[in-house]
């Protein structure tokens, strides 16, 4: 099951929450993920996260929203959606580094990919504007 959960307090209108919906379900066709996960939009930092952090093994994700575009923050989901694809096919098997190597570098490559051929499909690029 994927469940999605936003901060009340960031106050995204329906469009937008559409919009993240869509680009989940659109990540988890082309990566491809086939597993249940939770990813968190939030408004707040927990210690030493950047815009997002996902826990490997408890297919989890967290996505800190307030005050970012929602590109940027859908940029952050497709991020770490790619890093649980990593960890499902067995490619994440201890720490993953904060920039560079492999899983950062595959995890910011496909993320602006998505974004930019997720644009394309729907045919729509206002969502760079909200």
């Not at 680009?23 to 968190?40: A, M, S, W």
């Amino acid at each position: 099951m994927r469940k999605l959960f936003i901060a009340g307090d960031l106050n995204l209108d329906d469009e937008r929450i559409n919009y993240l919906g869509d680009f989940i379900n659109y990540c988890c066709d082309v990566l491809p993920i086939r597993c249940d996960f939770e990813i968190h939009v939030v408004s707040a930092r927990d210690s030493g996260m950047t815009t997002g952090v996902y826990i490997a093994g408890d297919r989890f994700i967290k996505v800190y929203a307030k005050g970012r575009a929602l590109a940027d923050v859908m940029r952050s989901v497709a991020h770490e959606m790619t890093h649980m694809m990593q960890d499902q096919s067995g490619l994440i098997t201890g720490t993953v580094q904060d920039a560079g190597g492999f899983h950062e570098d595959q995890a910011n490559a496909r993320a602006g990919e998505y974004l930019k051929t997720y644009a394309r499909a729907r045919g729509d690029r206002r969502f760079y504007d909200l």
